[in-house]
C-alpha cells in the first residue's frame, strides 16, 4: 500500500505543482480534451491523480448540463435534450466508463468460473449482458434527466452525479483488492487512504454545496449517501464474481452511482 506522506512517483513536482499536475494527469485519464503530454509517470501516479477524479467528474458534468440547456434553447424536447447531453458526455469521456460498464456485464452475467468470467472482461466484443447493461445506464440516466427537464436542475443535477460518481472509483479501490495481477486495476493498485480521503471530501462536499444551492437539503444528503450504498453494492458483487476490482469495473462502479444520483435526485425533487 502506497504510504500517504511518500509520492507515488518521484517525477511528479512537490507542492501546488503536484495538485496541478494532478490535475492534468487526471483530466487526461478521464476525458479526451486535447491536453499537452504529459512527462513520464512511474507506477502509482494514476492512484494518487485520483484525489482529483472528483473535480473532473464535475466538469464533465457541466459540460452535459450545458449542452442540455443549448437542446433545450434550441427547440428540443427534454427527451431528445437529455439523449444529447448523455451522447455529449460520453464523447467528451471516450466512452471509458460505458465500455467498463458493458465489459463488466458481460463477465459478471456469464454462468462460468472466475478465471474465464475475466477472459470474458478483456474480450474486445460484446454480449447480450453488455448491451442490456449499455441500454439500461444510457435509458436511466436520459430518462432521469428528461424527468427534472428543467435546465436550472439538470445542470447542478449532472455536476453532482459527476463528482460523486468519480469519487466512488477510488473509494471501490480501498474496500477490495486488484482481481489481477496485470491490467488497470493491478497497475494502479490500491488508492492511498489520502486520496480516497481527499477525493471522497472533493466529491462530498461539491455535492452537498451545489445540492444546498440548487435544491434542498434532502436531496443533496440521500445522494451522497446513495452513493455509499451502491459503491457497497458493486463492491460485494466484484468480490463474489471475480475476487477483487478491474479498470473495468471501477468503470462500472462510475456508470452505477451516476444513475443512481440522478434517480435520486429525480424522486426527492418530484
Known amino acids: 500500500m502506497v504510504k500517504s506522506h511518500k509520492s507515488p512517483y518521484p517525477l511528479a513536482p512537490a507542492g501546488w505543482r503536484g495538485w496541478v499536475f494532478d490535475l492534468h494527469f487526471a483530466a487526461s485519464f478521464l476525458t479526451r480534451l486535447p491536453l499537452p503530454a504529459l512527462p513520464r509517470v512511474a507506477d502509482g501516479g494514476l492512484t494518487r491523480a485520483m484525489r482529483l477524479f472528483p473535480l473532473i467528474g464535475l466538469l464533465i458534468g457541466l459540460v452535459g448540463g450545458g449542452v442540455y440547456a443549448g437542446a433545450v434553447w434550441l427547440g428540443l424536447p ?10 455529449a458526455t460520453a464523447g467528451l469521456t471516450g466512452g471509458l466508463h460505458e465500455d467498463g460498464l458493458a465489459d463488466t456485464a458481460d463477465g459478471f452475467g456469464a454462468p462460468v468460473g472466475r478465471v474465464r468470467k475475466m477472459e470474458i472482461m478483456r474480450d474486445s466484443r460484446i454480449g447480450a449482458f453488455g448491451v442490456l447493461a449499455l441500454v439500461f445506464s444510457v435509458g436511466l440516466r436520459a430518462g432521469a434527466i428528461a424527468a427534472l427537464a428543467d435546465p436550472h436542475a439538470v445542470l ?22 486488484p482481481a489481477r495481477r496485470d491490467g488497470l486495476g493491478a497497475s494502479a493498485g490500491h488508492a492511498d487512504d489520502e486520496s480516497a480521503f481527499i477525493s471522497t471530501v472533493i466529491a462530498v462536499g461539491s455535492a452537498i454545496a451545489l ?10 444528503v440521500s445522494s451522497v449517501a446513495l452513493t455509499f450504498a451502491a459503491v457497497a453494492a458493486v463492491t460485494a458483487m466484484a468480490r463474489v464474481q471475480i475476487g477483487g476490482y478491474t479498470g473495468d469495473v471501477l468503470g462500472a462502479v462510475g456508470q452505477a452511482v451516476e444513475a443512481v444520483v440522478l434517480l435520486t435526485l429525480v424522486v426527492t425533487l418530484s
Do not use: N, Q
Request: with cysteine.
Open 78 to 87: 427534454p427527451s431528445l435534450a437529455a439523449l444529447v447531453s448523455v451522447a
Open 156 to 177: 447542478p443535477a449532472l455536476a453532482v452525479a459527476g463528482a460523486l460518481s468519480r469519487a466512488a472509483m477510488p473509494l471501490t479501490m480501498r474496500l477490495c483488492d
Open 211 to 220: 445540492a444546498l444551492i440548487a435544491f434542498r437539503p434532502a436531496p443533496a
